[in-house]
Nanobody
Framework: QVQLVESGGGLVQPGGSLRLSCVAS????????MGWYRQAPGKERELVAD???????RYMDSVKGRFTISRDNAKNMVYLQMNSLKPEDTAVYYC????????WGQGTQVTVSS
C-alpha cells in the first residue's frame, strides 16, 4: 500500500510563505502526474496545482503567481512553495496523483491568520 506523508504546514501571517513537502513510498511516483490538494473546513477537497512527469505545471486561478509546484523524482517527493499567503489559503493540504489516486495521507495544516 502506497503511503503519502505531507509536512511543512504551520501558522503564518498574511503575506508570509511556507514550503510543503510530500514523500511517496513508491517509485511508481516518477511515472505519475502529482498534485497538491486542499480542503478547508466545510468545503470539498480541491486540486490546487499539479505537475506532470516531465515537469509541466498547472494551477488553480486563485494561486497563480503565488504558488509553485515542483518535484524530485529521485527522492519520490513533490513540493509546494506558497508565497503571499492569504487567509483563504487556510486548509489541510494533501498530495496525491491525479489519476487512480492512492490512499490519502494525513495532510498538513496551513493556517494563515494575523
Amino acid at each position: 500500500q502506497v503511503q503519502l506523508v505531507e509536512s511543512g504546514g504551520g501558522l503564518v501571517q498574511p503575506g508570509g510563505s511556507l514550503r510543503l513537502s510530500c514523500v511517496a513510498s513508491t517509485s511508481i511516483f516518477r511515472f505519475s502526474t502529482m498534485g497538491w490538494y486542499r480542503q478547508a473546513p466545510g468545503k470539498e477537497r480541491e486540486l490546487v496545482a499539479d505537475v506532470t512527469t516531465g515537469g509541466s505545471t498547472r494551477y488553480m486561478d486563485s494561486v497563480k503567481g503565488r504558488f509553485t509546484i515542483s518535484r524530485d523524482n529521485a527522492k519520490n517527493m513533490v513540493y509546494l512553495q506558497m508565497n503571499s499567503l492569504k487567509p483563504e489559503d487556510t486548509a489541510v493540504y494533501y498530495c496525491n496523483r491525479l489519476d487512480d489516486r492512492w490512499s490519502w495521507g494525513q495532510g498538513t495544516q496551513v493556517t494563515v491568520s494575523s
